[in-house]
């Protein structure tokens, strides 16, 4: 399968070009970069040209942005305001949120890239059809925004009752919103599990988030290398490859200092996936 890694597994580091040349020097050909402004500080186009620079002149690939969650540099601590979600139902709070994301996706002008990974909701957010109209609204608004750069929005499947996989395929079918999935292999195993989430998001996934975790936290583990994981990846690999065509197998990992150096560990990782047997090879 084609490989491509989030930079989640740095995103507490500023995003530079010595990462990215280490990230391709490990023979990875594609990356997500988090919208994290600790990390990729989308207002800063200083930043933004010298990455954009480097990716002109590298054969490095950037195949998605990942939505910015907060608006500060400290994932959310200096306050509720700082939470970016684009269920906020209220209107005159929504713009903002929704100008915030409109900013991480000016980053494609410098940057082309493919896809934008957007959540409905936060962790854990209860069901409210209130929240998915206005979703509706700000996706509606994004969408146009995106396509004028290039981008397509994708929508992820995250631990919440609005963002099952059951879920996602409901609101686009009610909405009629053209829209791809992220199908994130750590988010099923602690919702609906990674097969039945698989088998009802398949058909638009467009990219992935491959990870673990103990079935319970959101923990984004090293696959094979940390212990306490719980999925099953003979199976999961089984399933990513029915339809291999249609996206890249993507690591999003957090940082782990146990792991030792992690694009090593990552190399390991890819290794062991895909050395995973096939229904024939058994």
């Not at 909701?121 to 994004?142: C, I």
């Not at 940390?226 to 197998?249: A, C, E, F, V």
């Not at 690591?251 to 047997?277: V, Y």
């Amino acid at each position: 399968m084609f490989h491509a890694l989030s930079t989640h597994f740095i995103v507490n580091h500023r995003l530079n070009t010595v990462w990215l040349d280490r990230i391709w020097k490990a023979g990875i050909p594609a990356v997500e970069i988090f919208c994290a402004r600790q990390h990729l500080d989308y207002h800063n186009k200083a930043q933004i040209e010298e990455l954009g620079h480097w990716f002109k002149d590298s054969p490095l690939y950037l195949h998605s942005l990942h939505a910015p969650m907060y608006s500060d540099d400290c994932w959310g601590r200096t306050g509720p305001n700082a939470v970016i979600t684009i269920t906020e139902p209220v209107k005159a709070k929504r713009i903002p949120m929704v100008d915030e994301i409109k900013r991480a996706l000016e980053v494609a002008e410098d940057i082309p890239c493919k896809y934008l990974i957007q959540h409905i909701g936060v962790g854990n957010e209860e069901y409210d059809e209130r929240k998915l109209d206005a979703a509706f609204t700000a996706l509606d608004e994004l969408r146009v925004f995106a396509k004028q750069r290039g981008v397509q929005i994708l929508l992820e499947n995250i631990p919440n009752k609005l963002s099952s996989a059951e879920r996602l395929v409901q609101f686009l079918e009610m909405t009629h919103l053209d829209l791809g999935f992220c199908f994130d292999t750590g988010h099923a195993n602690i919702m609906e599990g990674v097969e039945q989430a698989f088998q009802i998001m398949r058909n638009r996934i467009r990219s992935t988030h491959v990870h673990d975790n103990d079935s319970v936290n959101d923990i984004h583990y090293f696959p094979y290398l940390k212990q306490g994981g719980t999925i099953d990846w003979r199976k999961t690999m089984n399933l990513l490859r029915s339809h291999q065509d249609q996206y890249p197998l993507m690591l999003e990992l957090k940082e782990d200092p146990t792991m030792g150096p992690p694009l090593d560990a990552i190399q390991e990782i890819f290794r062991r996936l895909e050395s995973e047997p096939t229904p024939e090879e058994r």
